[in-house]
Every structure is written in structure tokens, then in C-alpha cells.
């Protein structure tokens, strides 16, 4: 069974810095690409990042320059490191796998809250 954690949210001020973390446990599986996805309260859920397997990236035009994200393929682990935070950046973060044959996996959410 498949799990992702999530960590590294918290309170942080508008100019800071986050960095958050996914991890992928249970069954061995290949993966086509790691994502970072965000909600916000009354908000639909938006692609924030993404890296495939073999690193090519893709980023909301909001965090362009901002965020930048990582990841390590025999771990299936990624990062998110977020950078000049603004108060729009608040939501709540989620990770996500895709899979070749599986398809996708979801964590559970991690909040990032951005004050003024």
C-alpha cells in the first residue's frame, strides 16, 4: 500500500522561506512524475510544481522564480523549496505521484500559512 507524507508547513512571514518535503512508502512502484499541488480556503485546487523522472520541471506562473522543486527518483522523495513567500501563498500543500500503470497518489495536505 502506497502512502505519501508530507512535511515541512508552518507559519512563516511574507518574504521567508519554507521547505517542504514528500515521501512515498509501501509497495515499490516507478513513477512518472512528483508534484506539489495547493488549496485554498473556497479555492479550487492548483498545480503548484512538477518534475518528471527524468527532471524536467514545470511551475505555476505564480511561483516562477520563487519556488523551485526537487526530487530524488530511488527515493521517491521530492522537495519544494518555496522562497519570498507571499500571503497568497497560503493553502494547504499537497503532494502528488503519478504513476505509469497505478496512477495517481495523494498525500494527505500540509498547511503553509504566509502573514503579512
Known amino acids: 500500500q502506497v502512502q505519501l507524507v508530507e512535511s515541512g508547513g508552518g507559519l512563516v512571514q511574507a518574504g521567508g522561506s519554507l521547505r517542504l518535503s514528500c515521501a512515498a512508502s509501501g509497495s515499490i512502484f516507478s513513477h512518472k512524475a512528483m508534484g506539489w499541488y495547493r488549496q485554498a480556503p473556497g479555492k479550487e485546487r492548483e498545480l503548484v510544481a512538477t518534475?518528471?523522472?527524468?527532471?524536467?520541471?514545470n511551475y505555476a506562473d505564480s511561483v516562477k522564480g520563487r519556488f523551485i522543486i526537487a526530487r530524488v527518483n530511488a527515493k521517491t522523495l521530492a522537495y519544494l523549496q518555496m522562497n519570498s513567500l507571499k500571503p497568497e501563498d497560503t493553502a494547504t500543500y499537497y503532494c502528488?505521484?503519478?504513476?505509469?500503470?497505478?496512477?495517481?497518489?495523494w498525500g494527505q495536505g500540509t498547511q503553509v500559512t504566509v502573514s503579512s
Open positions: 502528488n505521484v503519478e504513476t505509469f500503470f497505478s496512477g495517481d497518489y
Open positions: 518534475i518528471t523522472r527524468d527532471g524536467n520541471t
